[in-house]
């Protein structure tokens, strides 16, 4: 049984995700016997989407999932419960990075991408090139977190502007008295994940507007854990990564709130799902091989996925669509819908109840 988690644990969830898919087989081999259960329908109404489905037993095979490190962890716990039940199933979770997933995913090495943002045209592309069509189907919310060492009692709030001027490519902002009057002077040192990360392409995108121009000569990883760290040691840090790995390490760390013109404000499950912490409100994704869901561990699991990802997005720190976006993907999933809704700017932005309807 999937053990219901606190947020006193979450963080140990967090840290160990990386082992889930060694461990979910070895799991699934002691737990072989204990539930027998068959695969719930989906009716594909919004009701259905939030009630569990046990997976189909008599399964077998591998299916090969890589991508974004913010995905990871709802993606491995979605793995652990439904391997419980289907030890013949093999699902390995890589974490190459949004871009890195997609690379592979494009040239038909996983059956599953991870993604913290929709596909780029050029990804989707790729794909095509190598004749590989793709299901889009949204997981979950996650926002960008800005945070500061808290011991910073100064940077409360910054704006959208702000956050530009220090991020962009040729910034030479290096001290915290440069970037707002009466800040004091302390040197500034800045923290971020990598160029492959979707993190640092949402960021990017939103705060500076310019793909890939940010500034380079700052502090990059694609171990979030690894800037936590750093942030929480360093007094004059700045930051930014997932919401969920602020609140896994709310303790060392200070939370900034973002003004985008209309008032700073906090990230929080609430703000996040409203749309009101504006412009770093995300949605998470996976990327189906139209190819490889013809198989029936891969048909099995998408669907367990689309079923079960409201109750384990939340026990792992992220916010759950709502139920009729979960039923809008299942249905997009059972019914092959090829593409991605992105391919206007426009839809970036936009609320998922409005892209996605069933």
């Not at 009692?153 to 440069?178: D, F, H």
């Not at 009729?324 to 809704?341: I, M, P, Q």
């Amino acid at each position: 049984m999937f053990e219901k988690m606190t947020t006193a644990n979450v963080l140990k969830t967090k840290k160990l995700w990386t082992l889930c898919a060694a461990s979910t087989l070895v799991l699934g081999i002691c737990l072989a016997g204990c539930n027998s259960g068959s695969e719930t329908s989906d009716s594909g109404d919004a009701n259905a989407a939030s009630e569990p489905v046990k997976p189909s037993a008599n399964l077998e095979g591998k299916i090969s999932v890589d991508g974004s490190s913010t995905v990871a962890p709802i993606t491995s716990a979605i793995v652990e419960k439904f391997t419980a039940d289907n030890q013949g199933v093999q699902i390995p979770v890589g974490t190459s990075g949004t871009g890195g997933g997609f690379k592979k995913f494009g040239s038909g090495q996983l059956d599953i991408s991870d993604a913290s943002r929709p596909i780029k045209d050029k990804e989707a592309a790729a794909a095509k090139a190598k004749g590989v069509d793709f299901i889009e189907l949204p997981i979950a919310y996650d926002g960008l977190s800005v945070v500061v060492n808290p011991k910073n009692t100064w940077a409360k709030s910054l704006t959208v502007a702000e956050l530009k001027a220090i991020w962009q490519n040729g910034s030479k902002i290096n001290n915290w008295s440069q970037v707002r009057k009466g800040f004091p002077s302390k040197p500034l040192k800045l923290y971020g994940p990598g160029t492959a990360s979707g993190t640092f392409d949402y960021f990017v995108e939103e705060i500076i507007g310019k793909e890939g121009k940010s500034r380079s000569d700052y502090t990059a990883s694609e171990d979030d854990n690894t800037l936590v760290e750093g942030v929480s040691r360093d007094e004059g840090a700045l930051g930014y990564f997932g919401f969920a790995y602020y609140e896994e390490n709310a303790a060392k760390l200070g939370l900034v709130g973002i003004d985008d013109g209309k008032g700073a404000v906090l990230p929080s499950s609430e703000t996040i799902l409203s749309g009101d912490y504006k412009p770093l409100s995300r949605p998470l994704f996976i990327y189906v091989s139209s190819k490889a869901a013809d198989r029936p561990e891969i048909q099995a699991f998408v669907k367990f996925y689309l079923a079960n990802a409201k109750e384990l997005t939340k026990e792992v720190g992220y916010v759950p669509v709502p139920d009729s976006v979960y039923a809008a993907a299942t249905k997009r999933f059972e019914e092959k819908t090829l593409g991605t809704v992105y391919k206007d700017k426009a839809a970036h932005g936009t609320p998922l109840e409005q892209l996605f309807k069933s």
